[in-house]
């Protein structure tokens, strides 16, 4: 297997060359801007035989996207932040038509005010949507994300669209060495794709998007759900066939010195690779730390994280988008209602940090764990929701 | 162009038994222009009236392969159909030669799918984009639109005690499709339904981009009784208000020319929507309405003989 070096864009770039899409309809949009460059540059050189559609906005984006993949073929785009919050009308069309779409989406801060930089405000501001989401910590796994997407959304128990996140700049700018799959290994793995009714099939008329009123959306927006629900299976499935042609591990998260652990933090993409060395640090220390770093936030994978949750003393839920007001941000919200059913359960606290690409940092994570120490002394949490890394 | 009795064997676009009002213009217009295409056809529609009248589940008037995606957003639809269908066919997994139609209303069109539709049209797609231009946001209850004539009275625009309906003259879309320089862009009314029919089958034939802009008569934003719509759609060009014209390669021609021009307020008088126009005080807003339609009818006509 091939080891280079690839930025989180490039890594995404190049596993969309091995899927070699029938259509990509995209546009330009830091930090994501560099996925539509590269994947022109693959059209031009003639790496791909893609139609490579070159919309006037995400909007046209999403919904050229969706049309072609309805038409019947597989069907990409790319997009971050306002990108996202455009394409936001289309995205639930997508997923109520069940269009097995798969879309990198870098992760930027929403305006306003106006910044490029990471926070996931924009996946969560789309967290109900009917799309699968899948976080990454690093480009290796954006890469490895994006190749399991296809399989996942594809698969007939599913055929939801699915988006696979990086951390703007932080994953999407940043080089590493990265393991990427032979193209005939890749091509294997993801398989021919049969669209079901496609719509270009003229001998067989179909009318999608027709209007459904009290009598039936009900009925057909249970099944997103449902859908929603199965595509737990499968994500663990493709998990472990990549595994076996790869050697990397992937299921709806990834436990870190859980076994024993007293406090632990949960989080999102690349904050889990900076905690990963602070509780190395807090383990040598005899501290019993631990984390989770979430890979699939849709489908919530409730029933394993409450099992993976239940021993713990304290857990801080790490929000990189705030609920205004909300109870805590969406990560939070979810996690701590997932607990609720336990008869003895953790004591848990929600930190807000990194809005606008500020730093999570070694010294504001030590201050979190050190708060969850004195949290489990005290035996109480007495503020919720908290800000990390603010200036207050 | 086919004759009437071949169009009457082929086989139905648009079945019968849908919802729109009695007098409806707008399946009038969607028959005449895919019952002129000789091969298989996909259909785009941004929602609006046409739309929601035609696909109510579990039934759906359409004979052919239909994709409604959202409201601004029908060039962007037909364009990732057409990128699908150019991709498959490259690749030999399709064979057969398609057409790809939209169809969206003046709100799709002029207004909130405006810049889908520049879009589309700039890539240069192989569709037909047909704007069923009804003068008004129908299907949400007759609001005004930039397709709205002065003077018109609209739900968003109405004629009160101070205001005499839309105060604005009406956006020339067909003239703004022109500048993007497509191969075919031309102004229909179903009306003159040999015309219409004539300028579809050129369309087909075309390969690119193509604009069709059709007025289509609406009984109950208008005012009017059904059976009139097709004598409305004409005199609407008899009066020169809607000329009929094409733009093939950038050359401009009347397709038809009234031999004498009617008066304006000829066609004014058979809707309800402009009735305030003919109350004492309002002679010389009925001018000036005159003047534009005059203004805009001696446009049309230089760009056709230069």
């Known amino acids: 297997m091939p080891a280079i070096a690839r930025t989180g864009n490039e890594a ?306 790490l929000d990189r988008s705030d609920g205004y007001a909300a109870t805590g941000g969406p990560l939070f919200s979810e996690i701590r209602s997932a607990l609720y059913d336990l008869k003895t359960k953790p004591m848990v606290v929600n930190y807000v940090y990194g809005l606008g690409g500020r730093e999570m940092n070694f010294e504001l994570l030590d201050e979190i764990y050190a708060d969850l120490q004195k949290i489990a002394k005290d035996g109480k949490v007495d503020q919720l929701v908290k800000y990390s890394g603010l200036r207050e | 162009m086919a004759t009437l009795k071949q169009l009457s064997e082929r086989k139905e676009p648009l079945s019968g038994g849908h919802r729109a009002c009695a007098g409806c213009g707008a399946p009038i217009v969607v028959r005449q222009i895919l019952l002129a295409a000789q091969k298989p056809v996909v259909v785009a529609c941004a929602t609006g009236c046409l739309e929601v009248t035609t696909t109510i589940f579990p039934y759906s008037a359409w004979e052919v392969p239909f994709l409604h995606v959202a409201f601004e957003n029908a060039g962007a639809a037909i364009s990732g159909i057409e990128a699908m269908y150019q991709s498959l066919k490259r690749k030999g997994k399709i064979t057969e030669d398609m057409l790809f139609v939209a169809f969206g209303g003046d709100g799709g069109t002029y207004d909130i799918g405006f810049q889908s539709l520049s879009g589309a049209l700039e890539r240069g797609h192989d569709i037909l984009y047909v704007c069923y231009d009804n003068e008004a946001y129908m299907n949400t209850g007759i609001q005004r639109s930039s397709a709205t004539p002065r003077g018109a009275s609209t739900t968003t625009a109405p004629a009160g005690k101070v205001k005499q309906g839309k105060e604005q003259y009406r956006k020339d879309l067909t003239a703004v499709i022109a500048a993007h320089h497509i191969p075919y862009v031309a102004q229909a009314s179903l009306g003159y339904p040999t015309d219409l029919i004539k300028k579809a089958e050129k369309a087909f034939s075309i390969k690119g981009p193509k604009f069709l802009n059709v007025l289509q008569p609406c009984r109950l934003g208008w005012g009017y009784k059904p059976e009139n719509t097709i004598d409305i759609g004409k005199l609407a060009v008899d009066t020169g208000f809607w000329p009929l014209y094409e733009v093939e390669n950038g050359k401009w021609k009347m397709t038809f020319t009234p031999k004498e021009r009617k008066p304006f307020k000829d066609w004014l008088k058979t809707q309800d929507r402009f009735r305030h126009l003919f109350k004492p005080g309002n002679e010389q807003l009925l001018k000036e309405l005159q003047e534009e339609v005059d203004r805009r009818y001696n446009e049309v006509l230089g760009r056709c003989a230069s």
């Open chain 1, 12 to 317: 995404m770039a190049e596993a969309m060359r091995q899927i070699n899409p029938d259509v990509v309809a995209a546009y330009p949009i830091t930090p994501a801007t560099e996925i539509a460059q590269i994947f022109a540059n693959f059209e031009a050189n003639g790496d791909v035989d893609t139609e490579y559609v070159r919309v006037e906005s995400e909007h046209s984006a999403m919904s050229a996207t969706v049309a072609a993949a309805a038409a019947g073929g597989r069907a990409m785009t790319a997009t971050s932040s306002q990108g996202l919050a455009l394409m936001g009308e289309i995205l639930p069309i997508a997923s109520a038509l069940r269009l097995p779409i798969v879309m990198p989406e870098v992760n930027r801060a929403l305006s306003g005010p106006i910044n490029i930089h990471c926070d996931h405000s924009d996946t969560m501001m789309n967290r109900d949507a009917g799309w699968i989401q899948i976080f990454s910590e690093n480009a290796q796994e954006a890469y490895d994300n994006v190749l399991q997407a296809i399989r996942i959304a594809e698969h007939d128990d599913v055929l939801l669209p699915a988006m696979v996140t990086t951390d703007g700049f932080i994953i999407s700018h940043c080089m590493e060495k990265i393991e990427t799959m032979e193209d005939s290994d890749a091509k294997a793995f993801i398989g021919e794709y049969k669209p079901k009714n496609p719509l270009l099939d003229y001998k067989n008329p179909l009318t999608l998007g027709a209007l459904d009123l009290q009598d039936y959306y009900f009925e057909h927006k249970r099944p997103i759900a449902e859908a929603m629900h199965k595509s737990k299976n499968v994500i663990l499935e493709v998990g472990k066939e990549f595994e076996k042609k790869t050697g990397r591990s992937y299921g709806f998260f990834e436990e870190v010195s859980m076994e024993d652990a007293e406090i632990a933090i949960i989080a999102l993409g690349s904050t889990a690779g900076t905690a990963r060395m602070t509780v190395k640090n807090l383990r040598e220390k005899g501290i019993k730390a631990g984390l989770i770093k979430l890979r699939v936030f849709r489908p919530f994978p409730e029933a394993e994280l409450v099992n993976a949750l239940k021993k713990l003393k304290v857990l801080a839920v």
